[in-house]
């Protein structure tokens, strides 16, 4: 990313973006365009919505979260007629819960939802969402902590929109979000009569075609983002998808191992861990002192569960040693907050875990 | 920029944050807010629309070159009803002209222009239609190629919404976007209704205020962006319009003194000058030879001036050796693609502008 600017329009971007397009279909599992933003996920998930509907679209919000919250506010801004799945914080959605909703509103023209809902550290059943969509209403899923993180196959599965940023699994500085669309969420781009110029994918599909991007795009991060795809080539998917999975269930294990509950314990994201704090502790002041005196930075609870929650990254450019850190931070800290923890037991736990990939060949 | 990355919720940012937002108040010459926007300077100008218009609104859009075209199809997009004035490539807008079509139709809500049109390398009189917009339509202003390069003072001049990206005078790497409104453009906000939700300034401005973004920004070049206004304010705002002014002049005697019209001698933009190549010179074949051999990178022409001109940039991180490096290259490939030039002559012409620096304190 230091390496010197190239202008855009020049041979020079064109092959570095070439390769760039190629690795990113290989991550979301499709043989369709990955488009490139210059806008953080956010933007691509605006992308999503005026690209596909018109004002008074039906849609189906699965809002369990922060980013849930977030397709609504988007849907609401473009004038569509969002119909809202409510989902406990915690919780994953039911796929017979959207299935009703389907039937109730035969309307629908899409379902929109997470893969990895980050703010409750839930993982939705997306391939099962995406069994009763198939045939009917698109299926638009944010997988801004899911896709490199975990297997999501776009074209296997039947998702018609998948989204992400630069920023989580992709192990890059914030600023770029990328989008792909299906054959028939194409097709509706034509018919949508929402506003839209910067997010405008129809023509960034045929100028990225072509080998650069309609407006200035953030070049640093597309030369960063190639060397993060090479490094994720390097491990190899299969592997990327075993590690986070093993970091997350060393994280779960030493969380359980020193008295916490899980905020998601029937379905985590393998992105990130969120674990409830005893009761009555200052989950503002614990963090405060992880990150000035320990130089840890954990994310905190958002809305009714700040203060009350933690949450545990572990996704993009972590390995074990990483959850041995959080894990043994967050043991002195509860300590010193007054929780009679045994120091050592959660990273024991955690170890215990870890260890599976020394048994790897 | 090569910094590790701090969460753009934490104290931390928040501080380059408040460091970040005092520059741009200075460099765009407003006490209002200056909203930092992931996403490249069209991203910004996208802004501008959605949230100052609804559909319908009658806008008048100066357009001369590839960027006024830009606000047209932005405000089509939106569904405004775009009045446009046309200019010649190569021409500025006469002040007589926008006062004629704002009599016209006096029911214009606001004026859209460049103040440098990059593609025409041409400047337009600013300052002198702020004078008849000021009690009248909004005066909504592309300063892509102009803020840092030229004096702007938005505030003083009566500037309604002032719009650039990082990539140009602030010398970073593309990816962010800069808006500023004036009070009476922040009044309008309240009542557009074209839909906005990642470009929603009203909450930009509420959490930027608070010492974040709304979405994750780009937070390298935030970074990056504190160390360019670090090195403006070190070397000073008047200095580096005196910089810019000083090297285009040099870049329009060196190609004057080559035989070589001008594009736009009479209202030439400090940021990037342009130059018609001798009649029946292939330009795209200059240029790649330039490329190619010389690892030198001139901007084509665009539309109709596509292979005809050449344009030099001498704007951000450009200082006289970059301008005589420029200088040189041409001659010699001018000469090689059979023009008959004297080598250095250009040179010379732009060295004698380019040794008044040598004459400052």
Not at 59 to 86: D, H, M, T, Y
């Amino acid at each position: 990313m230091a390496e010197e600017i190239v202008h855009h329009r020049t041979p020079q971007f064109s092959r570095i973006f070439a390769d760039v397009r190629e690795g990113l279909k290989t991550l979301f599992g499709t043989k369709n365009d990955v488009l490139v933003l210059t806008s953080s996920g956010t933007g691509a998930m605006e992308a999503a919505v005026a690209n596909l509907f018109s004002p008074g679209a039906k849609v189906l919000i699965v809002n369990g979260g922060k980013f849930g919250e977030r397709w609504l506010k988007i849907s609401q801004a473009f004038g569509l007629e969002p119909v809202e799945l409510k989902v406990e914080w915690g919780k994953a959605v039911k796929v017979e819960a959207i299935g009703r909703e389907l039937k109730l509103h035969p309307d629908i023209q899409a379902v929109l939802l997470q893969a990895s809902e980050t703010s409750t550290t839930v993982f939705h059943p997306v391939r099962e969402i995406a069994g009763i969509t198939r045939n009917g209403p698109l299926l638009i899923v944010d997988g801004v902590t899911a896709v490199g993180v975990l297997p999501i196959a776009m074209d296997e599965w039947g998702i018609d929109v998948l989204v992400t940023g630069s920023q989580k699994a992709l192990m890059l500085p914030p600023g770029l979000g990328f989008i792909a669309l299906s054959a028939r969420a194409w097709e509706r781009t034509a018919k949508a009569k929402s506003p839209r110029f910067y997010f405008d994918l129809r023509l960034e599909r045929k100028i990225q075609q072509q080998g650069t991007t309609a407006f200035t795009p953030a070049v640093s991060l597309v030369f960063g983002l190639r060397a993060a795809l090479k490094m994720i080539r390097a491990e190899g998917l299969e592997r990327v998808y075993a590690r986070h999975e093993r970091l997350a269930r060393a994280t779960r294990a030493a969380a359980t191992a020193l008295g916490l509950r899980l905020l998601a314990p029937e379905d985590p994201s393998p992105a990130v861990t969120g674990i409830w704090l005893p009761k009555g502790m200052d989950g503002d002041s614990l963090l405060d002192y992880l990150r000035e005196r320990m130089g840890i930075t954990f994310a905190e609870g958002q809305d009714h569960l700040e203060g009350k929650i933690i949450r545990i990254s572990h996704m993009g450019y972590v390995g074990a040693f990483d959850v041995l850190v959080a894990v043994g931070a967050l043991e002195m800290a509860l300590k010193k907050f007054g929780l009679p923890v045994k120091l050592g037991q959660g990273v024991a736990a955690a170890e215990e875990i870890l260890m599976e990939a020394l048994h790897e060949g």
